[in-house]
């Protein structure tokens, strides 16, 4: 047979399973070359006429990370079980944190976001349920600019008279929709009053919280006027402090206006303001 029979000759069977394995391997280099950031080889397109074939697609599966060689994942620890709250810190240099309470309040809360984004600074927002049904957007943005959202109960009852069982559903409740909300299930948890017992300090352990207290009461709260809330700020401040506002619970203005007040200050005088991790 001559080199130009053979050129012509029918496909056969054998012949024509091989070169559609070529075609399939060409696919398959031109996916894993785009999982590597390089640039795909892109098979060719099929010749035009009745001859012609869809391009096949690749299986579902060569798009999936390949599981079960790395390293098992370690399993989460437990949260100890407090005996008190933390009332400050640690952290280098002149850190201190900013939390607000009872919130959030589309009165207040999109002012004190305001200005901490217009600092560049991170704050703690220590939230009530029912105030977040109310305003889940708040949340969604606490999240985008990197604030840390913790649980205050969900209607802000004072826990030390309330069942064992009332006080899991105030704080359970709370952190689902904290977690619909904000995206992740908080990491700290605020006794509403600062009345702590040992009920709230073991459930909020199995809810996988830790207790977070105030170094700083600025009593925002009694609307002692702006001037008063600014001056407990900066005569309070000090290294792994930590200031307590309000941002809800009633006329939260003089709140509003000490921070844009007191914040450039501390800024100013060296302070780091930022947020605990856990």
Same mark, same amino acid.
């Given at each position: 047979?001559?080199?130009?029979?053979?050129?012509? !000759?029918?496909?056969?069977?054998?012949?024509?399973?091989?070169?559609? /394995?070529?075609?399939?391997?060409?696919?398959?280099?031109?996916?894993?070359?785009?999982?590597?950031?390089?640039?795909?080889?892109?098979?060719?397109?099929?010749?035009?006429?009745?001859? /012609?074939?869809?391009?096949?697609?690749?299986?579902?599966?060569?798009?999936?990370?390949?599981?079960?060689?790395?390293?098992?994942?370690?399993?989460?620890?437990?949260?100890?079980?407090?005996?008190?709250?933390?009332?400050?810190?640690?952290?280098?240099?002149?850190?201190?944190?900013?939390?607000?309470?009872?919130?959030?309040?589309? !009165?207040?809360?999109?002012?004190?976001?305001?200005?901490?984004?217009?600092?560049?600074?991170?704050?703690?927002?220590?939230?009530?349920?029912?105030?977040?049904?109310?305003?889940?957007?708040?949340?969604?943005?606490?999240?985008?600019?990197?604030?840390?959202?913790?649980?205050?109960? %969900?209607?802000?009852?004072?826990?030390?008279?309330?069942?064992?069982?009332?006080?899991?559903?105030?704080?359970?409740?709370?952190?689902?929709?904290?977690?619909?909300?904000?995206?992740?299930?908080?990491?700290?948890?605020?006794?509403?009053?600062?009345?702590?017992?040992?009920?709230?300090?073991?459930?909020?352990?199995?809810?996988?919280?830790?207790?977070?207290? %105030?170094?700083?009461?600025?009593?925002?709260?009694?609307?002692?006027?702006?001037?008063?809330?600014?001056?407990?700020?900066?005569?309070?401040?000090?290294?792994?402090?930590?200031?307590?506002?309000?941002?809800?619970?009633?006329?939260?203005?003089?709140?509003?206006?000490?921070?844009?007040?007191?914040?450039? !200050?501390?800024?100013?005088?060296?302070?780091?303001?930022?947020?605990?991790?856990?």
């Amino acid at each position: 047979m001559t080199k130009d029979q053979s050129l012509t !000759r029918p496909l056969t069977r054998r012949r024509a399973l091989l070169a559609g /394995a070529a075609a399939v391997g060409a696919a398959g280099t031109g996916v894993f070359a785009t999982v590597a950031g390089e640039e795909p080889v892109r098979p060719a397109a099929p010749a035009a006429g009745p001859q /012609a074939h869809r391009a096949l697609k690749p299986s579902a599966y060569r798009l999936e990370p390949l599981t079960g060689y790395g390293p098992p994942r370690a399993a989460a620890r437990p949260t100890l079980v407090r005996r008190k709250p933390f009332l400050r810190v640690s952290g280098r240099g002149r850190t201190m944190v900013l939390t607000f309470d009872d919130g959030p309040d589309a !009165r207040y809360t999109p002012y004190i976001l305001d200005t901490l984004r217009e600092y560049d600074v991170r704050a703690m927002f220590f939230v009530c349920g029912e105030m977040v049904a109310d305003n889940r957007d708040l949340l969604a943005r606490m999240a985008d600019e990197g604030h840390v959202v913790g649980n205050h109960t %969900w209607s802000h009852p004072l826990l030390t008279r309330l069942s064992r069982a009332r006080i899991r559903a105030e704080m359970e409740r709370t952190s689902d929709i904290v977690e619909e909300s904000y995206g992740e299930r908080p990491l700290w948890f605020r006794a509403p009053y600062g009345a702590w017992n040992r009920a709230a300090f073991q459930l909020g352990a199995e809810l996988g919280m830790e207790p977070l207290a %105030w170094t700083v009461d600025t009593l925002d709260w009694m609307s002692p006027g702006t001037r008063t809330i600014v001056d407990r700020v900066e005569d309070g401040a000090a290294p792994g402090v930590v200031v307590l506002s309000h941002d809800a619970g009633g006329d939260r203005s003089q709140s509003v206006l000490a921070l844009r007040a007191y914040l450039p !200050r501390l800024l100013d005088s060296g302070y780091f303001v930022t947020v605990p991790e856990r």
